[in-house]
């Protein structure tokens, strides 16, 4: 028996209307994902300004943890009490932790403002793709969640290029002070445009499950990045982590058993389908965000290039991800199926990772730039495809919580992966380095200081990082084939043409 309620009518019916709230909407989804990257280019900057270089990877990780950890939260929040105001909230906490980071004075407040700026964002990134679900019928979704998908991989593609002009042109504190002008218009056009639909339930909202599964989430994201830590993934402190990841999960589960509104509804994960969907969307986020700086550290170790020039080299990269995300939301608003374009993603990321691993020094540019197109087109035709997916899937009433679960592992891929690929580098240099002239510690090489040496320690520099390099795209190789093995798996569905057609 079919236990979705009626199809509600569009939420917004004049089609004008609709086109200008997603425009706010990939807008302020903008925002928040450029502030994923931005900030990678403009850390040398900071740290020579703050100092606490121990710190630095911090700037990030905060961000990603807790973007992770409030995403199941802010989900279940706009099922509960309405999209509008949850979606007004999230842009309003992360405008004001914008704020908060451009007028840091040290590391540690930019830290902790970092994780303010992420408690919104976190709520932008789920509330969008839920209101979109509101927004559009299925087939009709599936063209604008490939307009939304292309926005957030742009958006991460530009970050870096982005992140070094701002610095060098209006110091360091602009890229997170331009945001207040952007939160402003974002904020006006939600409160006057947004229509709010009322919950047809009561707002019951699971307080201790949510507590818990941030807790397993933290724990796991932190487990990741313990051997830079701590120096090892099975030091005491790491086992510690893990052991308290554990009984966060266990405690999770019991508690959203009883829950009346659980954060994430364990009847999600009885459906193999949406289990094979947060697979692939975990190695999406790996793959498909946690590589964006590894791939501008390797070509500015390994070919000498610039930041801003190795960020000018991204350009395919948001190329393919515009050609492939485009041709395959129309192609799947025309046809409904989408496990076809989950193959053909996840193999091509496997096949450019497997060849970035047997390239020697300083490649060829052109090689690089069409690998790297060749990602992009993989990220560009499967990205929409687990939301969709795991929407189509679900329950009517639970279109929140699962779009908030997607994102979550989504985004919590990313932070694993980022964790993973700085361990896999580390230990390569460690493992390779030997004495350079001129190179101190090779850890600590900045590519302006690179550039100085004699092109001969450049090239030894380049050698050591290339042989690091290669278990790391191994790795990230290995992560792609475990996303294309989920989507063989996947049964070939069809969305539904309309709304009425998927309640019937």
Not at 128 to 134: G, P
Not at 194 to 203: D, S
Not at 285 to 298: E, H, K, P, R, T
């Amino acid at each position: 028996m079919d236990m979705r309620p009626a199809p509600q009518e569009p939420l917004v019916s004049d089609p004008r209307l609709r086109l200008f709230l997603f425009l706010i909407l990939m807008t302020a989804m903008f925002m928040a994902t450029l502030d994923n990257q931005i900030v990678s280019t403009a850390l040398p900057t900071i740290v020579g300004e703050f100092g606490q270089l121990e710190r630095f990877g911090w700037v990030g990780s905060a961000y990603l943890l807790t973007m992770s950890a409030v995403m199941p939260l802010y989900g279940k929040l706009g099922d509960l009490f309405g999209r509008k105001y949850v979606i007004i909230a999230a842009v309003s906490i992360f405008t004001l932790g914008s704020l908060v980071c451009g007028l840091s004075v040290s590391m540690d407040t930019l830290i902790a403002a970092r994780v303010l700026q992420a408690l919104g964002g976190g709520g932008i990134m789920v509330s969008i793709f839920a209101i979109n679900a509101d927004l559009f019928e299925p087939r009709e979704r599936a063209k604008y969640q490939s307009y939304a998908s292309l926005v957030l991989m742009i958006s991460g593609a530009l970050g870096p290029v982005l992140g070094g002009i701002m610095s060098d042109t209006f110091g360091w504190r602009s890229i997170f002070l331009i945001n207040l002008p952007i939160g402003i218009v974002v904020l006006t056009g939600l409160v006057i445009f947004l229509p709010y639909r009322k919950p047809q339930r009561k707002p019951k909202i699971d307080y201790a499950g949510a507590l818990f599964l941030a807790g397993a989430i933290s724990s796991i994201v932190l487990w990741a990045d313990s051997s830079e830590l701590f120096g090892s993934l099975v030091s005491a402190q790491s086992l510690a982590i893990v052991a308290f990841g554990l009984v966060c999960l266990t405690i999770w589960i019991g508690v959203e058993r009883r829950a009346e509104e659980p954060v994430v509804p364990l009847s999600l994960f009885s459906k193999s389908t949406i289990n094979l969907l947060l697979i692939i969307s975990i190695t999406s986020g790996a793959v498909g965000i946690g590589l964006s700086n590894y791939f501008a550290l390797f070509l500015q170790t390994t070919t000498g290039l610039s930041p801003t020039v190795a960020g000018l080299l991204f350009t395919p990269i948001t190329i393919g991800i515009a050609v492939g995300s485009l041709s395959a939301g129309r192609i799947m608003s025309i046809t409904g199926r989408y496990k076809i374009f989950s193959i053909a993603s996840t193999t091509s990321s496997m096949i450019m990772l497997l060849v970035f691993s047997t390239l020697a020094a300083a490649p060829p540019l052109y090689l690089v730039a069409i690998l790297f197109f060749i990602q992009g087109l993989g990220i560009g035709v499967g990205q929409q495809v687990p939301v969709l997916g795991v929407q189509n899937a679900a329950l009517a009433r639970d279109t929140g919580a699962a779009t908030g679960t997607v994102t979550l592992t989504r985004m919590g891929g990313a932070a694993i992966g980022i964790s993973i690929y700085g361990a896999i580098l580390s230990a390569g240099v460690a493992h390779l380095a030997t004495p350079i002239p001129g190179v101190d510690n090779i850890k600590e090489l900045t590519p302006a200081v690179l550039e100085t040496l004699p092109a001969a320690t450049q090239a030894l520099v380049a050698e050591v990082y290339t042989g690091a390099f290669r278990p790391l795209f191994l790795g990230a190789a290995l992560i792609s084939a475990v996303g294309l093995i989920a989507a063989v798996f996947l049964k070939n569905v069809q969305l539904p043409s309309s709304l009425a057609k998927k309640a019937g």
